[in-house]
């Protein structure tokens, strides 16, 4: 007899949740994210002890039929593609159809969801992938997920989890990612019962970078707009003397989402050339909005990296406009570099 065994589908879920689900950050990113996707405009975030009692996200989007509620946590299922072809031009956060599945394999999940033209809400119970039979219950509008104990079962994960400061840390990172990407959204973080932060729908991009950030970072900003071959680029740039000792403060979102790309980290490098020292960082907030076709969002399980059709061209567009932006500003350059 054979000595290989396909692993069942438990197990599967659980070692692919590895992927996606490193820590209580991970699934706030990924409960915010299919939220936005469910056209929500407002979004309560509550946290008790780092994440790991509990996270629950509570929003006022579509919503999910009874019918789905269970096909929405079972792995590769997914609303937002059909085919391959679909695969070429993602305009939605998610699309892998990973996060409800990976999350439910490792922690207690509870889930109240209503659609508009429902009479009730339904509710379903995932304990580590198993599910209790869908029920009916009183709720409103849109979808309330709770994830509870995460990693409870898997003591080698929860291991990896650090003190409750350290991982609010990251989740605060999250959501301010989230909160700068999509400024029309009214957020709310609810810190052990206490509210940590409350952001107005249709803020800003200006005021919303102060109240994350503080009046410091924000008032000072050049804010320049740009549209070329098919890339619009909104930049909001911190004036040479307020380079940081780290890159703490560089934001760079394409079509709503954070992203990380060695190309625009360099163009961001190269316009404050000779403007501040070399080892500074510039404060720096870029939205870029381009055709979704233009880049490809399908290579990384969490989606910070994508892969430009032609990553030149978005540099020196980025470049330029940045350049352009700094040099026609009269800034307080000798200030920031040293005597
Ligand atoms: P993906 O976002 O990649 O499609 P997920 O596992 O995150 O995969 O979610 C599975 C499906 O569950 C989504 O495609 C969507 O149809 C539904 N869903 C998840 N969260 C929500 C929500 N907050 N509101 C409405 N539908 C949701
Ligand atoms: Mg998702």
């Known amino acids: 007899m054979g ?3 396909v692993l069942d589908d438990n197990m599967i879920n659980m070692i692919a949740a590895g992927e996606v689900i490193e820590r209580p950050a991970s699934v706030v990113k990924e409960l ?3 939220s936005i996707d469910a056209g929500a405009s407002r979004i309560v975030l509550k946290i008790e002890d780092g994440g790991r009692k509990l996270i629950s996200v509570t929003d006022d989007g579509c919503g999910i039929e009874a019918e789905d509620l269970e096909t929405a946590f079972m792995p590769h299922a997914t609303s937002k593609i059909r085919g391959s072809d679909d695969l070429d031009g993602i305009v939605t956060m998610g699309f892998r159809g990973e996060a409800l599945a990976s999350i439910a394999s490792v922690s207690k999940v509870n889930v109240v969801s209503r659609r ?3 009479i009730q809400a339904n509710q379903l119970e995932i304990d580590c992938g198993q599910k209790k039979p869908v029920r009916p219950c009183s709720g409103d509008y849109g979808t309330t997920i709770e994830v509870r104990n995460l990693f409870y079962k898997l003591p080698a994960r929860r291991k990896f989890l650090r003190t409750a400061n350290t991982e609010m840390g990251h989740i605060n990172e999250h959501f301010t ?3 700068l990407a999509h400024c029309e959204l009214d957020l709310t973080l609810i810190n052990n019962g206490r509210q940590a932060q409350r952001l107005a729908g249709k803020q800003s991009v200006r005021d919303r970078i102060g109240q994350l950030m503080g009046k410091a970072v924000s008032e000072d900003l050049l804010e320049t707009h740009a549209e070329e071959k ?3 680029i909104r930049a909001l740039l911190g004036k040479p003397v307020q380079a940081r000792g780290s890159s703490k403060f560089q934001y760079v979102f394409l079509n709503g989402r954070y992203i990380r790309d060695k190309f625009i980290s360099h163009a961001i490098k190269e316009a404050y050339r000779g403007l501040i020292e070399p080892n500074k960082h510039p404060v720096v907030f ?3 909005e381009m ?3 233009m880049y490809d969002v399908n290579v990384h399980p969490t989606k910070i990296e994508v892969r430009f059709q032609n990553s030149n061209m978005v540099h020196s567009q980025v470049l330029a406009v940045m350049r352009e932006k700094l040099l026609s500003t009269n800034l307080d350059v000798e200030a920031s570099l040293p005597g």
């Open 116 to 118: 508009l033209d429902s």
């Open 177 to 179: 990612r989230i909160a």
């Open 230 to 232: 098919g890339i619009r």
């Open 32 to 34: 915010l994210e299919n």
């Open 3 to 5: 000595r290989i065994r």
């Open 286 to 288: 870029m939205f870029l």
């Open 291 to 293: 055709d979704p076709h």
